[in-house]
Antibody, heavy 123, light 106 residues
Framework: EVQLVESGGNLVQPGGSLRLSCAASGFTFGDLGMSWVRQAPGKGLEWVSYISSSSSNIYYADSVGGRFTISRDNAKNSLYLQMNSLRDEDTAVYYC????????????????WGQGTVVTVSS | EIVMTQSPATLSVSPGERATLSCRASQSISNNLAWYQQKPGQGPRLLIYHASTRATSVSDRFSGSGSGTEFTLTISSLRSEDFAVYYCQQYDNSWTFGQGTKVEIK
């Protein structure tokens, strides 16, 4: 089955750290760019970070740059998000998403999403 | 940053009727626009990319149009499974989403 499964979400205090994981299956993970997108409670979607298939291109939203680090292990079919210096406003459901199969440019739509993992930052 | 604005925030439609959702970009994004559907407790599902191309397995009741700064998603003859929140997304320069339109049963 083609799917993405996120894990690692938890309750963490402000200033703390957390590492999210995304396990991919059913497709050739190493061929495709991947992103993290988050959704605060009752709010819309916010793109967080992107990593290309070979990890050669990495981008971050201004809201997380310098605090979050995206990485991937193509041998393990896994995507990661290391989150440091967490703030209340980082509270959200975090989704991993696959860049559309057939994309010819780094920027394109996301054609496969996971179910999300919940991160709560609170004292 | 390119800002995406969707209207209306909520659309009340009866089953079998047509729904028309709008999305405006703060600057021209050519046809680099996608539409997603999200149901409660689920991740988003890609419906349309390149403004008008349906994604795999998406019903032909969904159609997209527009280019530049003005875009439309049309859902013809709404079915019960279509009641959800819809987001537009630009990918001309990085990625940004609209705030969403909730399509609810009238």
């Amino acid at each position: 089955e083609v799917q993405l499964v996120e894990s690692g979400g938890n309750l963490v205090q402000p200033g703390g750290s957390l590492r999210l994981s995304c396990a991919a299956s059913g497709f050739t993970f190493g061929d495709l760019g991947m992103s993290w997108v988050r959704q605060a409670p009752g709010k819309g979607l916010e793109w967080v970070s992107y990593i290309s298939s070979s990890s050669s291109n990495i981008y971050y939203a201004d809201s997380v740059g310098g605090r979050f680090t995206i990485s991937r292990d193509n041998a393990k079919n896994s995507l990661y998000l290391q989150m440091n210096s967490l703030r209340d406003e980082d509270t959200a459901v975090y989704y991993c998403a696959r860049l559309r199969v057939g994309a010819t440019y780094v920027f394109d739509a996301f054609d496969l999403w996971g179910q999300g993992t919940v991160v709560t930052v609170s004292s | 940053e390119i800002v995406m604005t969707q209207s209306p925030a909520t659309l009340s439609v009866s089953p079998g009727e047509r729904a028309t959702l709008s999305c405006r970009a703060s600057q021209s994004i050519s046809n680099n626009l996608a539409w997603y559907q999200q149901k409660p407790g689920q991740g988003p599902r890609l419906l349309i990319y390149h403004a008008s191309t349906r994604a795999t397995s998406v019903s032909d009741r969904f159609s997209g149009s527009g280019s530049g700064t003005e875009f439309t998603l049309t859902i013809s003859s709404l079915r019960s499974e279509d009641f959800a929140v819809y987001y537009c997304q630009q990918y001309d320069n990085s990625w940004t989403f609209g705030q969403g339109t909730k399509v609810e049963i009238k």
